[in-house]
């Protein structure tokens, strides 16, 4: 099987199994948790198929950077759904912390002294949506703070590399994670030595 092949069936094959999981769906925390890591990783993938078919040039690094927000997100459905007894509890913290970072984008907006920020941070619509804001982050701020009362950056404890811990993929972690880290962020060893793989 060739390159060609392998994508038009891997892509076939993909498609099976989100038109099941719509036909089987039921609505819960969980499913909207998943469902939008699933979106996010279907669009990606889309993507990395129309660079395949579509780019003028060699797109081996932008699927790279592609495939690190893929390898991201499937880790984060891998571990809501790993352990079935955490499940809902996970699906909720996934959707909750959407209250954290929204409050965050607001105080970055507030001390930013561009142009823009200001324009936003002064706009007339503000005060009839931010005390409902902030009655949703009031209400789930404990779920994300730490033992000083600071809130940690992910809805998850710990990194990336911890998740990877707790679904036993650390080894797998450290090859693809250091690899695409590097070429997102343009590292010079990445981007001389090439990808291993295309």
Known sequence: MNDEQLLKHQAKVANSIVTKLNQARR???VTNAIELLLKRVVGA??????????APHDFAFDGAMILRGIYDAMLQAL??????????ERAQLYLDFFWV??????E???????YLSTRISQSLRRPNAEPAI???FNRVRRSFENSKGKLRGHW????LRDLAKALKLEAEYE???????????????ALQEGMPIR
């Open 101 to 106: 970072e929204k409050r965050k984008v607001i």
């Open 79 to 88: 571990y809501i759904l790993e352990d079935e007894s955490c499940q809902d």
């Open 108 to 114: 970055l907006f507030d001390r930013s002294t561009t």
């Open 134 to 136: 902030e009655q949703e």
């Open 175 to 189: 090859l693809f994670q250091k690899h695409l880290s590097g070429v997102v962020h343009s590292s010079s060893y």
């Open 45 to 54: 993938g889309n993507s990395l198929r129309v660079l395949h078919d579509k």
């Open 156 to 159: 998850y404890k710990g990194d």
């Open 27 to 29: 609505e819960s925390t």
